[in-house]
């Protein structure tokens, strides 16, 4: 196994000053930063837009996710592209048309995500995971910020990991949100876990680069 990637979420930072806090945490230690895109529709929660993502990606080095919650993301694929998005992470929920989705992304020159809550299985990424660079396991239904952590969904990290290497997926990042805290980082790693996401336990932290680290 590894070492295991940080990507503070930023869902939780003062959204006036969010490119700052971004290179903040950056200089904290984080591996990436990880950006909820909300439309208010397939959640209950509206936040922000590409213009967000391109203040964060001009001021930090690291790779930006953006993490498009969204019931209609063929729409906003480009502009977080052109925003310089590294990657792009669609919910499989929303589309019968995944693989389009993903071939769009990575047509608009970004890495292609795909993000399934609690509930989704992952059977669908054997005829998918040539197309994949990112798979995001939520381990919280998506939404809002400071969730209890759903440990059941534990089991969705190793058995994707063994759908993607078996189907031509290998290279794809396996990224875990949701509740990710020091208390159940270790059996995260464990099952297979390439990136922690963690809001509030990083950035609610007197100190997010010690708070990263023991997530590490």
């Not at 690291?62 to 669609?90: E, G, N, Q």
């Not at 669908?124 to 197309?131: D, E, G, K, S, T």
Request: hydrophobic letters at 45%.
């Amino acid at each position: 196994m590894g070492k295991v990637m940080i990507a503070p979420s930023v869902l939780g930072c003062d959204q006036g000053n969010i490119a700052e806090e971004a290179l903040a945490l950056q200089s904290a230690g984080a591996d990436m930063i990880h950006l909820d895109v909300m439309d208010g529709v397939f959640v209950p929660v509206l936040t922000v837009g590409a213009a967000i993502a391109e203040s964060i990606t001009r001021e930090v080095d690291i790779p930006v996710d953006a993490h498009l919650m969204v019931s209609k993301p063929s729409h906003l694929i480009k502009a977080f592209a052109d925003a310089r998005c590294s990657y792009i992470t669609v919910h499989a929920e929303v589309t019968s048309h995944l693989d389009r989705l993903l071939q769009q992304i990575r047509a608009a020159g970004s890495k292609a995500g795909v993000a399934v809550n609690p509930s989704t299985p992952v059977d669908f990424l054997r005829w998918v995971a040539p197309a994949v660079d990112l798979l995001l396991i939520m381990t919280v239904n998506p939404g809002y910020g400071g969730q209890k952590h759903l440990g059941y969904v534990h089991d969705k990290i190793s058995e994707a990991r063994r759908i993607l290497d078996g189907h031509g997926g290998g290279g794809a990042l396996i990224s875990v949100d949701g509740g990710v805290t020091d208390a159940n980082a270790e059996k995260l790693r464990s099952a297979g876990a390439d990136i922690l996401v963690s809001g509030s336990f990083i950035t609610g932290s007197d100190d997010p680069a010690a708070a990263m680290e023991k997530l590490r």
